[in-house]
């Protein structure tokens, strides 16, 4: 297949290792990817704040950069983010319909139409759950509210984890529970979002897990960070990540602070 990559902001800015997975591993499956130099934002962060109108240019650049998979130039977009493929899916559309750009929205939805998250690709289009992959650690998978709520993406992703030889799959206790992340509203509700990110910590850190997985970044940084406070030993990755780690061409485990024991009443890293 020939399929277009959606690199998202988070990634681009801050964790180009998940794109960069992605595309290591579509190509590794024989698939051609392509990364359409003029995508930006896909709208989200100003949907989700309240910048309606604002938002409708940066949907436009969206869906003109990715139109061609109407045009058959390619076969499908795929999106390494369950957040950034809910607003493509779920927000685009109706924030230029709101705006009185009827067309622009049916073109919207049309583009949407051929958008996938990664496990939706995998699983749906691609129809693997065994891509090949070898990841010899132990893991724990958080679900991301976009991915569960708005995509339903189910069990796909842990499907694809299962499969991975070497790989220890731990559940995770409370695992649909929300990180506390939620975009701005860990700006705005500070107190509430530290609270419920205290209580996915403690879950992570209770599977005695080598490595948290997610499928948005957004999540893995919020969790990552509490996790690296606490100098919880527990690294965090993209399940692009993981499934494109090989024997031959394995992905390093992520840098994790060393956990902390205490000796004689004082607090020391081991």
Not at 31 to 48: D, K, L, T, W, Y
Not at 80 to 101: D, Y
Not at 248 to 269: C, I, K, Q
Request: glycine fraction near 10%; aromatic fraction near 4%.
């Amino acid at each position: 297949m020939r399929i277009a990559l959606t690199a998202t902001c988070v990634a681009d800015s801050m964790f180009p290792q998940a794109p960069r997975a992605t595309v290591r591993l579509l190509e590794r499956l024989g698939h051609e990817v392509f990364f359409p130099a003029s995508q930006a934002c896909c709208g989200q962060m100003h949907i989700n704040t309240g910048y309606m109108d604002e938002a409708v240019p940066v949907v436009r650049n969206h869906v003109e950069s990715f139109s061609p998979v109407l045009d058959g130039e390619w076969d499908a977009v795929v999106v390494p983010s369950g957040s950034c493929t809910g607003s493509i899916r779920h927000q685009q559309g109706m924030v230029c319909r709101r705006a009185g750009e009827d067309a622009l929205g049916a073109r919207a939805d049309a583009v949407a139409a051929k958008t996938y998250e990664l496990s939706e690709l995998l699983v749906d289009v691609l129809g693997l759950s065994d891509v090949g992959a070898h990841f010899a650690h132990r893991v724990t998978f958080h679900p991301t509210c976009h991915s569960l709520r708005m995509l339903g993406v189910g069990d796909r992703p842990e499907r694809l984890l299962r499969a991975v030889a070497g790989l220890e799959l731990v559940d995770l206790p409370g695992a649909d529970g929300c990180c506390g992340f939620g975009g701005t509203f860990a700006l705005k509700n500070a107190p509430t979002s530290a609270a419920m990110l205290d209580d996915k910590v403690a879950a992570v850190r209770s599977t005695a897990a080598e490595v948290l997985v997610a499928g948005d970044y957004s999540c893995l940084m919020h969790i990552g960070g509490g996790l690296s406070r606490q100098h919880a030993g527990i690294g965090t990755m993209h399940l692009a990540e993981v499934l494109a780690s090989t024997v031959d061409d394995p992905t390093p485990l992520p840098h994790a602070p060393a956990p902390r024991t205490r000796t004689a009443g004082a607090e020391v890293s081991r």
